[in-house]
């Protein structure tokens, strides 16, 4: 029988290096209610202004980043949290080495 449940006691070590001029992902769960990826960027890193089609919850477990929202840009850091609305432009540049994890929500 399949287990019902994930649990990892520690996010940031499922990423354990993070080479330079990098951004690393580990899809951590992808069933048909959402996808859960863990994202390393190394300092300086960047997505450029991009879009998706789904809901999406931002969890930065180390590190910090810029994050553009919108028209609107706010540092996150460790412990710092964002949902975003389906289609909202966004992007993020990393100001060191930062994990985050992404949750996209698929619609039913």
Do not use: R
């Amino acid at each position: 029988m399949d287990e019902m449940y994930t649990f990892l006691a520690d996010l940031a070590s499922q990423i354990k290096d993070i080479p330079t001029d990098s951004i690393v992902s580990k899809t951590l769960a992808d069933n048909e209610a959402f996808k859960a990826t863990l994202f390393g960027f190394a300092q300086g890193q960047s997505l450029s202004e991009h879009t998706v089609p789904q809901h999406a919850l931002l969890f930065f477990i180390t590190g910090e980043v810029e994050l553009t929202l919108g028209e609107n840009t706010v540092t996150a850091q460790a412990c710092s949290w964002a949902h975003m609305e389906p289609d909202l432009p966004h992007s993020l540049t990393a100001n060191v080495p930062t994990t985050m994890l992404l949750i996209t929500l698929k619609n039913k």
